[in-house]
Structure formats: C-alpha cells, structure tokens
C-alpha cells in the first residue's frame, strides 16, 4: 500500500503526558499537513510542511505542540503535557507540489484520548 | 477569514435513489476551490469531486455531480443512484488559489443510505 501511513492509530495517555505521532507521506509527495478532527467536526488546519520546511502553523497549534519533518520525508506531531482538551484525531495529508490542483491524501488518523 | 458551512448534520437516502447535500461558503477571493470528501467510519478521508471556482461548468464524476453556484457561493453534492457504500460522514471544503491544501472544512453532513 502506497498511501498515507500513520502511527499509532489509537493512543491512550494521561494528562501531562507526552504524546509523539508519526506519519509517512505518499512518497513523491513534497508537502505534508496536520489537520486535528474533533467529533463531530470538520478536521481543522494546524500546521504543513513543504520538503523539510515547516511554511505556517496554525494559531490552534500551541506552545506545546511541535511538528517536524526532518528529512522531508516522515513528520512526526508530539504534544507535551497533554490536557483533556488534546482529544481528538490527528489526521496526516501529503499532496504533490506543483502541479494539479494540489489535492490532498488522507492517513486513517491517529486517535488520541486523554484521561 | 473563509467560512464553510454545511446547514444538513444528518441526510438520509433510499438505495437507488437521489440526495443533495448542501454547502454554503463565504469568502472575499475570486480564485479558489471547493471539494467535497467523504469519510467513511474508521476510514481515510477520501475526494468525492472538486471545482475550480473559475469554471463555469458543474463538476461530474459518475454518481456524483456538483451544484455550483458562484455568486450565491453555494456548493452543493449530488449523488445519483445512492449505494450502500456511499454511506459516510461528507464534508464539504475550501481552498484559496494561493495556499496549496491548506483547507477550510465545513461541519459534515452525515448520510445514511437504507436498503
């Protein structure tokens, strides 16, 4: 399978603690995003990256949220001292820069609640 | 800042036969897109159909057919001979010309397709 991989789908943390999610773009894939799901809503923009650099974060993504993207290829979204407030479903999309009109390719998530 | 609203939280259909989802949008930009997804349970969001703001014609994509109405800013998604598998939670989604898959969602309008 060629698509969007996440890790962990499903995290089970507690309050305060440090939280990491990986995911791997579609290979030729150039640009990477990080949308946060809620129930019930539409998923909300939080941060992307075009190869390594991180382009625009989203005012949603706090002083405790960092992404990366290292090497241009895997991202990973860690959350530092979780609150009850941090779950959700983080969802991972790449798209393929330039060219099209930039669709993008959805992971499964990575559901995390906090306790 | 772009709004997405989608007015229908549930939307109901018999097997074979025909729904329309709505969408409205606000937005001060003349180029940009609009998309619907679906997000089946459990599953990857996956593009139903996109338009590109500056065509005049809907969008089609066999079942699948848009009602786009620039200057109410409506979008609306028609599917035709409704399936069981077409049974999901469907959003509805904006893209500015300028920002590549930065997009503003709507809230979902879940749909359930009865035998």
């Known amino acids: 399978d060629t698509g969007v991989s996440q890790d962990p789908r499903h995290k089970i943390t507690k309050r305060g603690q440090n939280v990491t999610f990986r995911c791997d773009p579609i290979s030729e894939h150039n640009r990477l995003y990080w949308y946060r799901q809620t129930l019930g809503q539409g998923p909300e923009f939080l941060t992307y990256f075009q190869n390594e650099a991180q382009l625009e974060k989203s005012r949603l993504l706090s002083d405790r949220f960092s992404a990366e993207r290292p090497k241009g290829s895997f991202s990973t979204l860690e959350i530092q001292r979780t609150e009850q407030g941090d779950s959700a479903m983080y969802l991972c999309a790449s798209s393929l820069l330039p060219g099209g009109s930039g669709e993008l390719f959805f992971g499964e998530g990575s559901r995390l609640t906090v306790l | 800042a772009q709004t997405v609203t989608q007015s229908q939280p549930e939307m109901s259909v018999q097997e074979a036969e025909t729904v329309t989802l709505s969408c409205t949008y606000d937005?001060?930009?003349?180029?940009?897109?609009l998309f619907w997804y679906k997000q089946p349970p459990s599953r990857q969001m996956i593009l139903v159909i996109r338009q590109e703001a500056y065509k005049q014609q809907n969008a089609t994509e066999n079942r699948f057919s848009v009602n786009f109405q620039k200057a109410a800013k409506s979008f609306s998604l028609k599917i035709s001979d409704s399936q069981l598998g077409d049974a999901a939670m469907y959003f509805c989604a904006y893209r500015s010309g300028t920002s590549y898959g930065k997009l503003t969602f709507g809230q979902g309008t879940i749909l359930t397709v009865h035998p």
């Open positions: 937005t001060s930009e003349s180029d940009y897109y």
